[in-house]
């Protein structure tokens, strides 16, 4: 069985679980090891049976805990060579357990083929990723100014996709406790995806393969989880089933089926479908500290 589940996703830390019956990854650490241990245990993952974590870039909100947890547990990191370097500027020089990729590069890791290829962000060099299994693929897209044409290619053909709602635009121009160089830096090419820029971008996708849309990646001042799936919905986006991660709760676990994706991941985990705005989630965990 192919799946996701999004451990937590927001501004203030971001860790998803991606799945098949051999292989178990991480995508980013964002939170504390002991954060993502529970996490991973709620949903019946022992930290010890992880294949490995992928890193996007090196912020905060995506490394916060990788070196605990990565020591604690013994797990592989895999990072592009400048996101490596920089990480091992820190306390993770002597880590034994590195395996780098260059961006654009394909790789597997047991049965999951990993597609890197890079996004505009402010970081030394930021990459996402699409992961495909025999059931279909899933698309990683935060972190991004915008998206280049080949990024869009290459999400256009995954059955799930993550994508990044960071901020409401009004939301966070209004916004008072941002000096503008932070605004700015966000709405440039080298920050975050608004709410709008997601939608036209799953606009531009849908009618392929995409069955499936989680948000994520919200801001915690400058956006809502209501504005981002309404911003999808003003946008035509129909036949979609569309869910919106939080920072505080994990996602329930979407199963990629080749055959019927949205009917079995209903049987097996009821999450909300287009029009219904309720959102089951696995269990609420408070994160007791912040990430910049
Ligand atoms: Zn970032
Ligand atoms: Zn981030």
């Known amino acids: 069985m192919f799946s996701l589940t999004v451990l937590g996703s927001g501004s203030a830390g971001n860790c ?3 799945s098949t019956g051999q292989c178990r990854l991480l995508v980013d650490a964002g939170f504390s090891a002991r954060q993502i241990a529970r996490r991973l245990e ?16 090196e912020h905060g909100d995506h490394v916060a805990g990788l070196e605990i947890f990565c020591r604690r547990f013994c797990i592989p990191i895999y990072a592009n060579p400048l ?3 920089t990480l091992q500027r820190g306390s993770l020089a002597d880590f034994p357990s590195w395996n780098l990729f260059a961006t654009g590069a394909v790789f597997s ?24 299994a025999d059931e279909g693929s899933i698309g990683f897209l935060t972190d991004l100014g915008y998206a280049p044409k080949l990024a869009l290619e290459r999400v256009r053909q995954v059955d ?8 409401d635009e009004r939301m966070l121009q209004e916004d008072t406790k941002r000096p ?8 440039s090419r080298h920050g975050h995806l608004s709410n709008d820029a997601a939608a036209k971008l799953v606009a531009s996708i849908a009618g392929h393969r995409l069955r499936r849309v989680v948000l994520g990646h919200l801001s915690r001042d400058c956006n809502r989880a209501d504005l981002a799936l309404r911003t999808m919905e003003r946008f035509g986006i129909r036949g979609i089933e569309l869910f ?3 920072q505080n709760n994990v996602s329930p676990t979407f199963v990629v089926s080749g055959a019927l994706p949205s009917m079995v991941s209903e049987e ?8 219904d705005h309720h959102q089951r989630t696995q269990g609420t965990f408070d994160l007791g500290w912040q990430v910049g």
Request: charge should be negative; aromatic fraction near 6%; hydrophobic fraction near 40%.
């Open 42 to 57: 709620s949903v019946g993952v022992s930290p010890e049976s992880l294949d490995g974590i992928l890193i996007t870039h």
């Open 83 to 85: 996101t490596a370097e």
């Open 109 to 132: 890791v047991k049965n999951i083929e990993i597609q890197s290829f890079y996004v505009p962000h402010d970081a030394v060099d930021p990459t996402a990723f699409v992961f495909t």
């Open 268 to 275: 097996i985990n009821p999450v909300r479908s287009q029009g």
């Open 180 to 187: 503008w160089s932070v605004k700015q830096r966000i709405l």
């Open 16 to 18: 998803s679980l991606i």
């Open 244 to 246: 919106c991660a939080e």
């Open 160 to 167: 799930t996709l993550v994508v990044e709602t960071n901020h």
